[in-house]
């Protein structure tokens, strides 16, 4: 069901566009336009999140750093573990050591 979704027209219009970005203060643009700030505070924590959760941090630790529940961090790092492999292809491009 996911995959069909992820296919379809819209995804890959979304997606080659985010492409078109070519600098940070694009993606600045283009995300604050597209999402409220409630649903990019919750992307930038998520991947905070998936950069602790990679590095071996307590899931404790990683709650009182972040405010993140330990909801949102065991989904997080259940995404890292056995998602589509986003989280470790962007954390090692952006040269983020992981264990």
Not at 35 to 49: D, G, K, N, P, S
Not at 54 to 77: F, H, L, P
Request: net charge positive.
């Amino acid at each position: 069901m996911e995959d069909k979704l992820l296919n379809t027209k819209e995804f890959e219009e979304l997606f080659l566009g985010i492409l078109k970005l070519k600098n940070t203060k694009e993606c600045k643009q283009f995300f604050r336009d597209l999402c409220t700030i409630a649903e990019l505070e919750a992307m930038a924590e998520r991947f905070q999140v998936a950069k602790k959760v990679s590095n071996q941090e307590s899931y404790r630790e990683i709650c009182k750093q972040t405010g993140s529940s330990t909801a949102t961090i065991t989904r997080v790092a259940h995404w890292l573990h056995h998602g589509m492999g986003g989280y470790g292809l962007v954390l090692k491009r952006l040269g983020v050591k992981t264990n």
